[in-house]
């Protein structure tokens, strides 16, 4: 079964850090990218975080640099996403998605074949 399962998130306070994690199955999760969106309630899903199939090459939106690393580990079919300094405003629902070929370029420009189910973050000040 072609699946993408998450685990992580929760209520955490201004300034906290959460890690995400979203497991792969039923593809082959080392030829592909992989990324992190969110969607705040009453806005529209917004990209956060890709990486490329190899681990090497990443890319964020702005907001989030220099707060939120993402990475993956092939021989575990995962996907993480690290978030530190957490601020209000990262108060979202996190979905994780498989792209449907091996670059960033892929996430970024929503090519996108497989979604988790995704997690609740919230961010209390």
């Known amino acids: 079964q072609v699946q993408l399962v998450q685990s992580g998130g929760g209520l955490v306070q201004v300034g906290g850090s959460l890690r995400l994690s979203c497991v792969a199955s039923?593809?082959?999760?080392?030829?592909?990218?992989m990324g992190w969106f969110r969607q705040a309630s009453g806005k529209e899903r917004e990209f956060v975080a890709a990486?490329?199939?190899?681990?090497?090459?990443?890319y964020y939106t702005d907001s989030v640099k220099g707060r939120f690393t993402i990475s993956r580990d092939n021989a575990k079919n995962t996907v993480y996403l690290q978030m530190n300094s957490l601020k209000p405003e990262d108060t979202a629902v996190y979905s994780c998605a498989a792209g449907r070929g091996p670059s960033t370029t892929d996430i970024v420009q929503g090519t996108l074949e497989i979604w988790g189910q995704g997690t609740l973050v919230t961010v209390s000040s």
């Open positions: 039923g593809f082959t999760f080392n030829t592909v990218a």
């Open positions: 990486i490329n199939w190899g681990g090497h090459t990443t």
